[in-house]
């Protein structure tokens, strides 16, 4: 076990669970909560897919039992850390992890969204009911997590983190 990464990923778990509903974006007639989509991208690219998928579920866990999150949570999120974190092992690409992002969470988690919500909640939805809605806010999330990244890269704190 990396000490340096358990610590950074502990961090960011903390962050996700404090700010995940305190951070909003107004997007028309919804609110965009960027914060978990933004950590998603910094931890597949600097920690990762296993330990994106990690943060991602610690992070839906934690905000379920403050009563701060939704079950809808951990679909969306999971898929899209752990697809970001695929995405950037193979490319090397911030921007591609971001992209994998959007729709690992947008499109997939959208969709495995809808079981959870039928069977586990009790809500009846189209299937595609939650995509526009996790899209929203996992572009704003993706964006910022990539300009996060981007500055990390700037003053070289990614090698300081993944050294």
């Known amino acids: 076990m990396n000490t340096r990464k ?21 997007v ?11 950590i ?3 931890s597949a690219v600097l920690l990762g897919p296993w330990y994106a998928l990690s943060n991602a579920f610690l992070i ?20 899209g850390a752990f697809l970001a974190g695929v ?15 959007v729709f690992g969470t947008g499109i997939l988690g959208g969709i495995a969204a809808y079981p959870v919500a039928k069977f586990v909640v ?16 996992t572009i704003g999330g993706s964006i910022i997590g990539y300009v996060l990244v981007s500055i990390f890269e700037k003053n ?3 090698k300081k983190l993944t050294a």
Do not use: W
């Not at 934690?62 to 999971?78: E, H, K, Q, V, Y």
């Open 87 to 101: 995405v950037f092992k193979r490319t090397g690409s911030k921007l591609f992890a971001s992209i994998g992002e």
């Open 40 to 42: 998603n991208v910094i």
């Open 6 to 26: 358990l610590t950074f990923s502990a961090m960011l778990i903390a962050t996700g669970t404090i700010l995940g509903n305190i951070i909003y974006i107004p």
């Open 60 to 79: 839906s866990l934690l905000r379920n039992i403050l009563g701060t999150g939704s079950l809808l949570a951990f679909p969306g999120s999971m898929i």
């Open 156 to 158: 070289e704190m990614l």
């Open 122 to 137: 009790g809500k009846d939805a189209a299937v595609l009911f939650y995509v526009v809605p996790f899209l929203i806010s």
């Open 28 to 38: 028309g007639a919804s609110k965009c909560f960027p914060v978990q989509h933004a």
